[in-house]
């Protein structure tokens, strides 16, 4: 099949997500991948227009795997770069059709999933709606969610199906009136994430003791990850031998920083950035115990599932979440995850956990969700889909 992918979010540089892993496995099944993507991160660049860009054979994650990325010019403004963006994501999706011929179309953004979902109606070809998010919460400008909204729901009318990464997202859009749907969950590389990996050489580097327990966070450094929370706590002298490395960047990473200068914690806490994503078994074999502090309330952490939780779970690592909804409906109380109210009170859990008991549950709850039986789901699912019309 030739399959045609249209994202919101940046293919190259962030983080490996659910798309990257099932695009990368079909790839190298046969399939032919385009991706339409996005410069999210455009704030951050020195130039104010963006050229079309076309990356051919890139891989993330399995070498081999082979995705023609394509990046639509777009205005670095920000009262014209979501028209431009409209604009040039049109023709380019346009130009795939007549190029590419896609059999199907799948949609991960908004407005490019949006009119994606329009001229797929036009031209016959089945798209699919995949959310991993809920989108429109995640959009800067407060007074433009509401539209993202309602684009949303005009996109889920659009589609053939729609998808969801867990259960709690499923409910979610079948609120928003979406019918035929299906979840195809987060899965893991058993091999890449697997118990034996050796950490003990970066708790050398960093001077870890053997009777140190060590807190592990990865992942973009959102305000509301609750990570200011849990590092002002382990400035309390009840967690001596208590230590958190967090590997990452993004927009809370100076606020972490400055609470490690001001309360003297450089022995306590490593902020070592963002790492790549080949390496980040090793960083987590380092851990104890996988925390996912998030604030409970927030409302972009309601309904989702983010994938370094299977990852965590499958290197037999007990994992700390705050009470979200999502992870909750996911996982239960008896796979390896506890649950605390608020950030603040992650630090006082790890001193109460069973970690090898934890940690065994967690691994054989990961075991069930290899990507090999996730991508043979996906991959059927979308040939029916083809073959009905």
Known sequence: MNIL??????????????QHHLMERLSLKGHKIRVIDYPIDWKYEGRIYQKREVIEDYHKIHHGASVDVIRPGILKLPALVYSSLMFSHWREIKHQIMEFKPDI????????????????????IPFIY???DVLHRLIPEKHFRLLGEYLEKITIQNSAKVLTI?????????????KNTGVIGAGIDLNKFNPNIDGSKIRQKYSIGDGDTVLFFMGFLYHFAGLKEVA??????????????????????????????KHDLNDKILLLGRKPYDEIPNYTATSDICILPAYPHEKIMQDIVPIKLYEYMAMGKPVISTVLPGVMREFGNENGISYVQKPHEVPK??????IQHEGNKARNFAKKK???????????GLREIVQNG
């Open 166 to 178: 867990n259960y709690k997202l499923e409910e979610f859009v079948r609120s928003f009136g979406a």
């Open 105 to 124: 179309m799948i949609g991960f953004g908004i407005i490019n999933s949006y009119i994606a979902s329009r001229v797929a109606k036009k031209e016959n």
């Open 370 to 380: 290899d990507w090999k039986s996730i991508t043979n789901k996906f991959e059927i």
């Open 349 to 354: 859990k790890a001193l109460r956990i069973d």
């Open 130 to 132: 995949y959310w991993i």
């Open 5 to 18: 992918v249209i994202q919101e979010s940046d293919w190259i540089k962030r983080n490996p997500h659910q």
């Open 232 to 261: 002002l706590e382990l400035a309390s002298e009840e967690y001596e031998n208590l230590k958190l490395i967090i590997v990452g960047d993004g927009e809370g990473y100076f606020d972490i920083q400055n609470i490690i200068k």
